[in-house]
């Protein structure tokens, strides 16, 4: 679990191996494993969210949790995610639980969908997850395994 208030891990497990060999045991040789960093756009109250996030912690993953509905997404932050997991604005409306059915956004073009996301996180399906080896979007949460 993330713990410092402001969604970091605060610590995150480095694999060290550290061998001692040669002749007299006086050569060293250590090996580290990077750690893998993600970045999980997450809303507590949602299963899958939690779900996946569990999979990034349980990975050994430093994790950055952004709660999305206390902190927006911007407008080319939105736009970045959705090119890089390969969706369209329509494919990550969120409409369960909303009013974009009775607002007509199932209907609209991309922009004022995206106009709508940034003005209304709500409006925006979960989770997000960036990695180095890409953007997922984590439905179901077994997904984010494809970038970790």
């Known amino acids: 679990d993330y713990q410092d208030g402001k969604g970091l891990q605060p610590f995150a497990k480095a694999p060290c191996t550290t061998a001692l060999g040669g002749a007299m045991?006086?050569?060293?040789?250590?090996?580290?494993?990077?750690?893998?960093?993600a970045t999980i756009y997450h809303n507590p109250m949602?299963?899958?969210?939690?779900?996946?996030?569990?999979?990034?912690?349980?990975?050994?993953?430093?994790?950055?949790?952004?709660?999305?509905?206390g902190?927006?997404?911007t407008r080319e932050k939105l736009e970045q995610?959705?090119?890089?997991?390969?969706m369209t604005p329509r494919e990550a409306l969120r409409t369960g639980g909303t009013d974009a059915e009775e607002r007509g956004?199932?209907?609209a073009d991309d922009s004022t969908i995206l106009d709508a996301m940034v003005a209304n996180p709500k409006y925006v399906?979960?989770?997000f997850v960036e990695t180095d080896k890409g953007v997922r979007f984590c439905r179901p949460q077994d997904k984010v395994r494809e970038i970790l």
Do not use: F, H, W
Request: charged share 25%; with cysteine.
């Open 25 to 37: 045991g006086s050569a060293r040789t250590e090996e580290r494993t990077a750690v893998m960093k």
């Open 46 to 69: 949602c299963g899958t969210s939690r779900k996946t996030l569990d999979i990034l912690n349980e990975s050994g993953t430093y994790v950055t949790v952004i709660e999305y509905l």
């Open 71 to 73: 902190e927006p997404y």
């Open 81 to 86: 995610l959705l090119r890089d997991s390969g």
């Open 105 to 107: 956004l199932a209907q």
């Open 125 to 127: 399906n979960r989770p």
